[in-house]
Nanobody
Framework: HVQLVESGGGSVQAGGSLRLSCTAS?????MGWFRRTAGEEREGVAF????????YYSDSVKGRFTISEDNTKNTVHLQMTSLKSEDSAEYYC????????????????????WGQGTQVTVS
């Protein structure tokens, strides 16, 4: 069965950049990231419909984060720039099943695969 493996994350100063990557062991539909901080609701951040589809961003990251796909490797990347302290969170890669795509930010109820999570800290 398909699994997601995340990499990247870490600590950076405000204004800096980080890149997250997520590799699926098989085909997926939409892929992207949610994030969550302690005591807060999970927030959808950025998603892409795999196979050259559209991208979607939350208002809080639009213009600063870019999601892209390397479909030869079943991998998506999230390039995060101009990072702010409020971007600090645990980031979770998420995906819907193959053939199921999103028409906006992926809803948590549509997620069928989750990554292990990676911490991003902006100071």
């Amino acid at each position: 069965h398909v699994q997601l493996v995340e990499s990247g994350g870490g600590s950076v100063q405000a204004g800096g950049s980080l890149r997250l990557s997520c590799t699926a062991s098989g085909s997926t539909g939409a892929m992207g990231w949610f994030r969550r901080t302690a005591g807060e609701e999970r927030e959808g951040v950025a998603f892409i419909n795999t196979g050259g589809g559209r991208t979607y961003y939350s208002d809080s990251v639009k213009g600063r984060f870019t999601i892209s796909e390397d479909n030869t490797k079943n991998t998506v990347h999230l390039q995060m720039t101009s990072l702010k302290s409020e971007d600090s969170a645990e980031y979770y890669c998420a995906a819907s099943t193959s053939g199921h795509y999103c028409a906006g930010l992926l809803r948590a109820s549509s997620v069928r695969l989750w990554g292990q999570g990676t911490q991003v800290t902006v100071s």
